[in-house]
């Protein structure tokens, strides 16, 4: 199998996706890295269709691998940029890609790169199957680019897809992000025997439309983000709990911003709607933050020391 007739019919055959894969001394594709290759045309057809290509759209993929995904988003784009840092499979990457001269392969870590280096202030979508364990940080880092996509569609473990479509109730740090971004919704079942090697669980396509501004930026936004770590780092805990604890806030200022917005006290992280956390930031915003200045060292030892002394005299 010459780079001249590989296509995606090829490398979703195992056999030849394996034989492939031997040519180049790769035995497997790694484990350490999260890599599970796409070997599903069914999965593969959901993907691309929930993009949306078309021939002016730039991409920008990350954890190509074997570039099953690249050749057909190089088939329908106009730029890809894939970016895989699996130095092993990378020549197999190359061999792949090498009939499409619209297809960029950036060597590295998608963390070190950021969009607008790539695509400066041109628009993009991004598009991936993303390993298992690495994906909410590679979401963050898409979503919090300057330049964000226009548009995600992502391969993810079941698990996180249910995670970003939750609605109150269910909700997550990663669900309010993502719902902060953009409307996600789920678009395709994908099942474990879809990838080779199979991982241990089932996954789907996620599809994001971002909108064309947050609803808020800048310190706004910083807070809101502040504010929902620090409520869902202790989310069995009631809301105004986590953030006194967590923020170490005054309780009299939290029990001020919760009524102002109208929330229960008793409302716990995973009960509140998107537009109760940005009512919850404005109010915050309005009466900013103001941490209890925290005990040292030497002061609990003054106090511990004074302690035996205030109870004889009590």
């Known amino acids: 199998m010459s780079a001249q007739d590989t296509d995606a019919s090829d490398l979703i055959d195992i056999g030849a996706l394996r034989a492939l894969l031997r040519r180049h ?5 790694n484990k350490a ?3 599970h290759l796409l070997i599903s045309r069914k999965a593969l057809d959901a993907v691309v269709r929930a993009a949306e290509l078309s021939l002016d759209d730039n991409v920008l993929e990350v954890g190509a691998g074997a570039g099953v995904l690249t050749v057909e988003l190089a088939k329908r784009a106009r730029r890809v940029v894939a970016v895989e840092m699996d130095r092993v499979i990378l020549p197999v990457l190359r061999e792949v890609v090498e009939p499409f001269p619209n297809v960029e392969i950036i060597p590295r870590d998608l963390l070190t790169v950021w969009p607008e280096e790539v695509f400066g202030e041109q628009p993009y979508k991004f598009v991936a199957n993303l390993p298992y364990y690495i994906t909410a940080m590679i979401l963050r880092h898409i979503l919090e680019a300057r330049n964000r996509p226009t548009r995600v569609v992502v391969m993810v473990q079941r698990e996180v897809a249910e995670r970003m479509t939750a609605e109150p109730g269910e909700m997550s740090l990663l669900s309010l992000s993502a719902q902060f971004y953009g409307t996600p ?6 099942p474990a025997t879809a990838f080779y090697p199979p991982p241990k669980v089932d996954s789907a396509v996620v599809r994001l439309d971002l909108y064309p501004r947050p609803p808020l930026d800048g310190a706004a936004r910083e807070l809101f983000f502040t504010l929902a770590r620090a409520a869902f780092a202790e989310k069995r805990k009631q809301v105004h709990n ?13 029990a001020g ?3 102002a917005c109208g929330i229960s006290s008793e409302r716990r992280a995973q009960s509140l709607s998107l537009e109760e956390w940005l009512a919850l930031t404005n109010a915050a915003l309005a009466d900013p933050p103001r941490p209890i200045p925290q005990e040292t060292r030497r002061e609990r030892r003054q106090r511990g ?6 109870r004889e005299n009590s």
Do not use: C, F
């Open 33 to 35: 890295l999260g890599q």
């Open 25 to 29: 001394g790769v035995e497997r594709p």
């Open 257 to 259: 911003w919760l009524t």
């Open 242 to 254: 986590s953030l006194e604890r967590n923020l170490r806030l005054d309780p009299e200022q939290v």
């Open 305 to 310: 020391a004074r302690a035996p002394e205030q």
């Open 185 to 190: 919704r789920i678009v395709a079942q994908v």
